[in-house]
Structures are given as C-alpha cells and as structure tokens.
C-alpha cells in the first residue's frame, strides 16, 4: 500500500514506453501527475467546504447540514449546482480584462506550488533542490490577484479589501518565511524531500516549536482567514475584494480559500511534522492524517477567535511576532554552532 501509486505511475510509464519516445514518456507522465494534483485538490477542496460547515456547527453548538443526504454529505452538491445557476453578472464599471483575469488566476498558485509537495516517499510532481524558495516565490503572486481583483472591479469596497489584502500579505509574509529558515538551517537543504527525510528521527516541530506556532499565525493571515480576514470583513467592506463577483467567478474565489488551507496545512505537514513518516500505515496516508489536523486547528482558530482590528494586526505582526521570528533564528544559529563544538571537541 506504502507504494501504490508508485507502482501505478511506473506500470502506465512502461506501459507508455512501448510506443513513445522517453522525451515524451516523461512529458505526459508530468501532465498524468498535475492532472492527479488537480483532481486532489478539487475533491478535497469539496469535502473541506463540508467539513467546515460541520465545524462551525460544532463550535456554534448547532447541528450544520444535516438534511442532504446522510450527515448532509451531499449538501455541497446542492450548493455547487446553486451558485452555478446564478446569473453572471459583470458591473458596468468595471475594467473587465484584469476582472475577468484576477478570477481565473486565483487559483493556479496554489495549483502551482502543490507540484513540490511530497504526499510520500517519491511522489512529488517536481523535486526541485530550491524547493521551500519555490514555494515563497509563487505563492506570493496570490498577492497581485487579490489586488487585480480589487482594481478592476472599479468600487471603492473591492479596492479597499484588495489594498488590505496587499498589507497585510506582504507584512505577514516576513515572519512567514523566517519561521521557515531555522528547519532550512538545521537540515542544510532548500528540498522538501530532503526536509521530510531529516526529520526520520525527530520532527521539526520538536526542534522549532517557536517557528512552528509563527507559521501557524502567519500563514493563518497569509490566507486570510480569520481572525485575520479583514480583506472581505463584510460589516465594514461588504465582501471585501470579491464584492462584485457572483455565479462561477466567485465560486472560483471561495474555493480558492479552501485550496489555499490545504496548501498551508500540507506545507505545515510537510515542514514541521515529518511529511510522510510515521509507522504502520502508508506514507501518503500520514501525510493526508497530518494535513487534517492542521486543517482543523486552522478552522478550530477561525471559530474561536474574533476578527481583530487592522491596526491590532500590524501592531502585533511588526512588534511581537516580528521580533520573535528574529530571535529564533538567533537562538537557532546559536544552538547549531553549539552542537557542531561539542561534536568537534568529542564530548557527545
């Protein structure tokens, strides 16, 4: 089981290796795999709008979608069908090749960074040796679509939830990636493979608990969910960056949030809690097990704590959160520079 879809992959390979070229062997196996990832995340991304639902019902102390189906299972699909039905209405002020486009463009980000992430041993897309630099670099045009969106609708609310969205993004994005550098120093590798493997004895959630609960914040923010989703506060912007979308183009955008908690909590996976490791079940299967929790804390924090204020937010980013990332790269250094002396001079 560890090795089923390995041994998938490598059956259609040979399989394709009787009649094509090994150029184009490999071509199509890349599409056969971002096909895969696709489909993944449009399956898991349909289960998630379910399973925060019953979340939220939880934490309210209400049942959540019950009549659908059973457990209301099949709620999604009425809602799927419903916001498709919706008239597509596109606002006479808008300008309508960075609206249209800002709505396409939500999702392939994420669609983009999922080809680096190891769901087990070997099963990655692409195995780039730059791969957590891969992962900041793409991930942080999510930035321009947000603010696309808000420009091109052409109202003052999209314009000011994009300009929020932009803020608050790029000031989070610093202790983001610090939270990443101290797991970076101590494996000495950028590749996400090479992270999950270090971590074969102890994961790097033991070894940087203070990074961890940095990223745990900052990518919180990152993908603006709450407490931190002031860019669609909808008491004070309406719907924020997406106000003006409706029927398809704001299906893309609401499940765009649910692509990107995947992603933020495969990565967390990935990083911080041993990816693939773990005994007796499948490698994928713990890195799917490890996804989910992470995925139920970030919705535990969004139905716990309340939107705070923008102002409460940078304060806290530049001035707390900030200053302890730094420190923990310090304490980080320090601690390796340590362990390699007392190694060297033969004393452990």
Known sequence: MNNLFLNIAGALSEWLAGFLSAFWVGMVMILVKFVAIVVFVLLNVMFLVYMERKVAGFFQERVGPNRVGPKGIFQIVLDVLKIL?????VPAGVDKMVYKAAAYAMFVPSLLVFVVIPFGQGMNALDFNI???YILAVSSVTTMVLLMAGWGSGSKYPLLGGMRAVAQMISYEIPYVFSFLGVV????????SAIVEAQQGVWN???????????MIAGNAEINRGPFDLPEGEQELVAGYHTEYS???FALFYLAEYANLLLMSAI???VFLGGWQGPLLPGWLWFIIKTY???????WARWTFPRIRIDHMMHFNWKVLLPISLANILVTGIGIKAYEMIRTMGWW
């Open 293 to 299: 929790v992470l995925i139920f804390v970030f919705m």
């Open 131 to 133: 791969g957590i630099f």
């Open 185 to 192: 120093m101590i494996t000495g590798s950028l590749q996400m």
């Open 85 to 89: 039905g919706k008239e597509d209405i």
């Open 268 to 270: 967390g996976a990935t």
């Open 205 to 215: 959630i033991i070894l940087q608990p203070i990074a961890f609960i940095i990223f």
């Open 247 to 249: 029927a398809g183009r």
